[in-house]
């Protein structure tokens, strides 16, 4: 079984510009979510999706957007790229969401941003 | 939200030592904590996990403990190796603590 696939893992951008990062969730997950790890800190939560649909969302400003498509695949776009936003993005699918039965979830290998 | 507040930064041990790792959260929703092992450049691994009916749990030389009342939670590496040298992240759900850089000198 395939684990969470990331694409792509290398990408540099100059600022202003529009960037998609793509993440394939684990084959029966339906949750994907995404974080921004900045380096020698923490993975910083962005976005979860569950069936399509937001269900949850960080402190990050409107330039960043997401979706989740039928396959459970999902994109995080960023507009107006800053030097700021170079970091590891990752990907994490789960099979659920918190709740009576929790489930834990595994992390792709991320996409290193770059904005130059 | 949510807030997970790690520690300590940095712990260094020498080998053979036992290591513990604390962290605290503000929501009393919370009930899913994983802890992570990250490695330089590679992805955050799981590598316990707890759920909030369990107070603690055990895996080989790693144990975690979990006090819903006063909202903490620790991660315990005993007999500590060379390499268990790596970043380690405590998680509520989503929400990630700082990380704690553990090295274990031989």
């Known amino acids: 079984d395939a684990g969470v696939t990331q694409s792509p893992t290398h990408l540099i951008k100059t600022r202003g510009q529009h960037v998609t990062l793509r993440c394939s969730p684990i084959s029966g997950h339906k949750s994907v979510s995404w974080y921004q790890q900045v380096l020698g800190q923490g993975p910083q939560f962005i976005f979860q999706?569950?069936?399509?649909?937001?269900?949850g969302r960080g402190n990050f400003p409107d330039r960043f957007s997401a979706r989740q498509f039928p396959n459970y695949s999902s994109e995080l776009n960023v507009n107006a790229l800053l030097l700021g936003d170079s970091a590891l993005y990752l990907c994490a699918s789960s099979l659920g969401l918190q709740g009576a039965l929790s489930y834990g979830y595994t992390f792709g290998s991320g996409t290193r941003l770059t904005v130059v | 939200g949510e807030n997970v507040e790690q520690h300590p930064s940095t712990l260094s041990v020498q080998e053979g030592d036992s290591a513990v790792i604390k962290c605290t959260y503000s929501d009393s929703a919370s009930n899913y904590f994983p802890w992570y092992k990250q490695e330089l450049g590679k992805r955050p691994q799981l590598i316990i996990d707890?759920?909030?009916?369990?107070g603690e749990k055990k895996d080989q030389r790693i144990a975690v403990t979990l006090n819903k009342t006063a909202k903490h939670f620790s991660l315990h590496i005993t007999e500590t190796q060379p390499e268990d040298s790596a970043v380690y992240f405590c998680?509520?759900?989503?929400?990630f603590g700082q990380g704690t850089i553990l090295t274990v000198h031989p």
């Open positions: 998680a509520a759900w989503l929400t």
């Open positions: 707890i759920r909030s009916n369990v």
């Open positions: 999706y569950y069936e399509k649909e937001e269900r």
